[in-house]
């Protein structure tokens, strides 16, 4: 079981390798691979710093207590109708993402987010839209 907080569930969508050291990149892979391959990976909603927070590096300003980024949580865990505390099987998290998430969301909800420029989270959306699932980082 891996324990996440609610705007990772955004960022797993758009993850495409990149990260902020070469620890949090090995840990963000790892994790994200093991969803792609097995959907079924059970996952605790959790309220602050997660199993990728673990990897921040601490070279850097540490924005996982951050206001906004509890903010930005809270807008993804309401709009997937979650709550801190509830355990899911990724696979009902890709079909809440199905049901409830438009590629658009990402300009509202993670307004304030370094990575929104690159427009991985908004394809990584449309692709879980389509039925495609995560992609496949090398």
């Known amino acids: 079981m891996y324990k996440l ?5 955004f960022c797993l969508l758009g993850y495409r ?3 902020y050291s070469k620890e949090y990149v090995e840990n963000m892979t790892k994790l994200h691979q093991g969803l792609r391959n097995r959907p079924k990976t059970w996952i605790q909603i ?3 710093p997660d199993q990728l927070c673990e990897k921040y590096p601490n070279d850097g300003e540490y924005h996982c207590q951050e206001m906004n980024i509890f903010e930005r949580d809270a807008a993804i865990l309401k709009k997937l109708g ?3 505390g509830q355990v899911i099987r990724w696979e009902d998290i890709e079909s809440r993402i199905r049901k409830h998430v438009t590629p658009s969301d990402v300009q509202i909800v993670c307004s304030t987010c370094s990575w929104k420029s690159y ?5 990584g959306i449309q692709e879980m839209i389509e039925g495609l699932g995560l992609k496949e980082v090398k």
């Open 5 to 9: 907080r609610g705007h990772h569930l």
């Open 17 to 19: 390798g990149m990260g």
């Open 46 to 48: 959790v309220k602050g």
């Open 82 to 84: 979650l709550y801190v």
């Open 119 to 123: 427009g991985y989270c908004e394809e």
